[in-house]
């Protein structure tokens, strides 16, 4: 009986370390690709400047909003729509929107080379496990090239242990070349992010961008034979953050996220490893181990002789 017992908690133990391995290797990298029918909304609040010929530049309080939609998804790559628009604060008037289309490595969260409007290797948003010592690479609509967000502290935030990441166009600013009806720009960027290390959500951002290049200004004496000036201009400069609705809706998520992520990726998979490692221990000692031997049963005695009959 002892090493029935012993060979059936060996089984188990074994089906629990194929079960732990099973876990890491397979059922988790599933659990951590971007969900195929990702929808999400983040809202912004701040300044926003436009430049143009007739109104020269103008500020507004503005609302802003980036939605991300998918559109379709392969094992390995999500498809995403990226919209984002402006409106003056406290009404509809809309002031500026823009749409892109992205491909997205569903694990890695980094644009794929070649399937959408992001340069390849590029971030849209965080990978699982944060790491301090790496720098991650992100595209930002409008930039030439990716800015590396580099890792400048850890703090807690609303109850929330974050790090503090942030992205710094180099100096002097990126140029972005002109087009048949732009011209040229310089870029300027500064972003901050607090971003949850284990599940890699973003919780609070701070955006100052600011575009500038020149406009050629005609001599207002001889506007058709004199060459033309050039006039530099701020063509775009905005100062965002998230609103303070998005912050507490991202905080609540980050806090649930982590502690499904902690329980999937690590107590899962190990806590099966662990007790089954333990189970084929327990089942190889009673299965090897000898029992007790039985007892041998008392002889009979003989019985007494009985006196003669006379």
């Known amino acids: 009986m002892r090493r029935k017992i012993g060979v059936v908690l060996g089984i188990l133990g074994v089906m ?19 969900p195929a029918g990702l929808e999400q909304q983040v809202d912004l609040q701040g300044t926003l400047s436009l430049f143009s010929e007739e109104h020269g530049s103008m500020t507004h309080d503005i609302s802003g909003h980036r939605k991300y939609t998918a559109l379709s998804a392969t ?38 080379e070649g399937l ?13 496990d944060v790491k301090k010592d790496q720098a991650y690479p992100f595209w930002n609509e409008g930039n030439p090239e990716n800015i590396e967000a580099v890792f400048v502290e850890e703090t ?10 942030e992205m710094t166009t180099p100096e002097g600013g990126l140029t972005a070349p002109g087009g048949f009806d732009t011209p040229a720009m310089t870029i300027e960027q500064t972003i901050r992010i607090w971003v949850e290390p284990i599940t890699g959500m973003p919780v609070r951002i701070t955006d100052r961008t600011k575009r500038t290049g020149q406009i050629p200004v005609p001599d207002p004496d001889f506007p058709s034979t004199a060459p033309f000036t050039y006039q530099t201009v701020t ?76």
């Open 75 to 112: 094992d390995d790559v999500i498809y995403l729509q990226e919209d984002i628009w402006f409106e003056i604060a406290g009404t509809d008037q809309e002031i500026m929107r823009q749409q892109f289309h992205l491909g997205i490595d569903r694990v890695t969260r980094q644009n794929v």
């Open 116 to 128: 959408g409007d992001g340069i390849g290797g590029g971030h849209y948003n965080f990978p699982f």
């Open 16 to 34: 629990a370390l194929i079960f732990g391995v099973v876990w890491m290797t397979v059922i988790w990298p599933g659990l951590a690709k971007i």
């Open 235 to 310: 063509f775009y400069e905005d100062d965002l953050t998230f609103t303070d609705e998005t912050v507490a809706g991202l905080v609540d998520d980050a806090n649930a996220a982590k502690t499904q992520v902690t329980l999937a990726k690590k107590l899962v998979p190990w806590l099966s490893i662990g007790s089954g490692a333990l189970l084929v221990l327990v089942g190889v000692f009673l299965a090897i181990k000898p029992g007790k031997a039985a007892a041998a049963p008392p002889k009979p005695q003989a019985a007494a002789p009985q006196p003669e009959q006379k």
């Open 156 to 165: 807690d935030f609303q109850g929330l242990h974050v790090y503090v990441f």
